[in-house]
């Protein structure tokens, strides 16, 4: 199997990736991960990019206030415990080349590997064949897109991001999977419970999908 590692020494950013995102907001929605965040903000530090980090009671209004105050073209929604690498930019930069109004979400891969792996490979299968990437999947959009999709609902106490994808799917935006693991933390898992936690989210995800747009 590839290894896919952030700590691989070719995957690190550098100074010599300077301006590289200078075109992305990067929106971080952020509760009680002060370390995770820290370490994400030092990786993206030198990118150019401008970083927007909001707690606004919730997670779909955390994103949304984001993307109001963003001044940049592309907006990139990251969760706080994801390992960015260079390799997930080049990916994510290649891939909006090719496709710059579609809706762009990441492979994922937890860090913890285990039981985790199945259920990111769940996740990446249910994403690639049926169109419905979750939140820990990096969304990123050109801005106005996005405000063609309309924001995140902000109506629900949970799965704003499979909603917006919905939404997404519903204006025609064209949903695009950047060839690249993007590596985040499976602590919901490892703190709820693996079994607990996978039904969980199919019972939500179902929910969801028959919730009226």
Not at 38 to 44: D, H, I, P, T
Not at 163 to 173: D, N, S, Y
Not at 182 to 191: C, E, G, T
């Amino acid at each position: 199997m590839p290894d896919y590692s952030s700590h691989k020494p070719e995957n690190q950013l550098d100074k010599s990736d300077n301006e590289i995102l200078k075109d992305f907001s990067i929106i971080i929605p952020s509760w009680n991960q002060e370390t995770a965040l820290n370490e994400l903000l030092v990786k993206l530090e030198d990118t150019g990019a401008e970083i927007i980090v909001s707690s606004e009671g919730s997670r779909a209004k955390s994103l949304n206030a984001g993307a109001k105050k963003a001044t940049r073209k592309i907006l990139w929604f990251v969760h706080a415990d994801s390992q960015i690498t260079k390799e997930n930019i080049q990916s994510l930069i290649s891939s909006l080349q090719k496709f710059p109004d579609a809706l762009h979400y990441f492979k994922l891969q937890f860090a913890e590997g285990g039981l985790s792996a199945i259920n990111a490979g769940g996740a990446n299968l249910r994403s690639s064949w049926f169109d419905l990437p979750y939140g820990d999947q990096a969304f990123c959009i050109d801005k106005k897109q996005f405000y063609l999709i309309g924001n995140y609902p902000e109506d629900t106490p949970y799965g704003e991001d499979l909603l917006f994808v919905r939404l997404a799917k519903k204006c025609q935006v064209k949903l695009v999977e950047v060839p690249s693991f993007l590596i985040s933390s499976a602590r919901k898992y490892n703190s709820q419970g693996w079994v607990k936690t996978s039904i969980t989210h199919w019972y939500i995800m179902f929910k969801l999908l028959l919730k009226k747009l």
